[in-house]
């Protein structure tokens, strides 16, 4: 549903979850960069795994968000993928 969304539609930042129940965010990072040219990905995740964290940035997202979802956090991760825009 997200990837036929942003195929009719450009969004300034998307945000995606690592684990969905019917695309794994990694999957779904890799269909959406097929798609489209240099998009801003967030990507949320509750893994604090380092390892999980660097090969989710070599995909080429922009920033990620652990949860529990830090209020401060988020607006300041989404204000600096704003002001890169």
Do not use: C, H, W
């Amino acid at each position: 549903l997200a990837l036929s969304a942003s195929e009719k539609k450009d969004y300034s930042i998307y945000i995606s979850d690592l684990d969905m129940p019917v695309m794994n965010g990694r999957t779904f990072i890799a269909n959406l960069k097929s798609i489209k040219e240099d998009p801003i990905i967030l990507v949320a995740t509750g893994v604090g795994d380092p390892e999980v964290v660097i090969e989710v940035m070599k995909q080429g997202v922009f920033d990620y968000i652990l949860k529990p979802f830090n209020f401060d956090q988020v607006i300041n991760v989404l204000r600096k993928s704003l002001e890169f825009k």
